[in-house]
Antibody, heavy 120, light 107 residues
Framework: QVTLKESGPGILQPSQTLSLTCSFS??????????VSWIRQPSGKGLEWLAT???????GYNPSLKNRLTISKDTSNNQAFLKITSVDTADTAIYYC????????????WGQGASVTVSS | ETTVTQSPASLSMAVGEKVSISCKTS??????MNWYQQKSGEAPKLLIS???TLRPGVPSRFSSSGYGTDFVFTINNVLLGDEGIYYC?????????FGSGTKLEIK
């Protein structure tokens, strides 16, 4: 059974760095063809792809967030991470991690999402 | 960046009717279009993946068609449990981009 679960700080202040963790089971990020992505959704709005990391450590980022994003993984502990620097209120959203299998942009299993609020 | 234009923004259908949702892309993406369903308070769920491929366990009432820049998602014989928001998403190129969503209400 494939499961993913996001965790994060819940609330943080503008200009801080947001650190998110995706803990998963039922698959390995060392298996050929496996990737994990981060997607976010502001309340009542649509979905925005943020970043993807794959089994061979290739990475892709959404250029709209310029150089604020860093994605990484810990294969031995079945975790993936996302850092977003210099957050502001526009980064308030539910953050999801999702798995892809063979087709890097096709997200076939999702976590329940972690709510993040940026507020002073 | 490929822009995905989804329509309509909302639909109100009766049980048993046929639903059609359109997505148009600003670049040719072959058949690299995916469709997701998001029910209230839940994460999105992949229904159809690249090549108009129905995912395991998804009822055959759901289908899609299209290639290049024009795509259509269809639900035949819509049920009350199909209420939610439906998103298209292109996986041809980075950044992967989503349509704005179609909210489906069942009367």
């Amino acid at each position: 059974q494939v499961t993913l679960k996001e965790s994060g700080p819940g609330i943080l202040q503008p200009s801080q760095t947001l650190s998110l963790t995706c803990s998963f089971s039922g698959f390995s990020l060392s298996t050929s063809g496996i990737c994990v992505s981060w997607i976010r959704q502001p309340s009542g709005k649509g979905l925005e792809w943020l970043a993807t990391i794959c089994w061979e450590d290739s990475k892709g980022y959404n250029p709209s967030l310029k150089n604020r994003l860093t994605i990484s993984k810990d294969t031995s502990n079945n975790q993936a991470f996302l850092k977003i620097t210099s957050v502001d209120t526009a980064d308030t959203a539910i953050y999801y991690c999702a798995r892809s299998t063979m087709m890097v942009g096709v997200m076939d299993a999702w976590g329940q999402g972690a709510s993040v609020t940026v507020s002073s | 960046e490929t822009t995905v234009t989804q329509s309509p923004a909302s639909l109100s259908m009766a049980v048993g009717e046929k639903v059609s949702i359109s997505c148009k892309t600003s670049t040719d993406i072959d058949d690299d279009m995916n469709w997701y369903q998001q029910k209230s308070g839940e994460a999105p769920k992949l229904l159809i993946s690249e090549g108009n491929t129905l995912r395991p366990g998804v009822p055959s009432r759901f289908s899609s068609s299209g290639y290049g820049t024009d795509f259509v998602f269809t639900i035949n014989n819509v049920l009350l449990g199909d209420e939610g928001i439906y998103y298209c998403q292109q996986s041809d190129n980075v950044p992967f981009t989503f349509g704005s969503g179609t909210k489906l209400e069942i009367k």
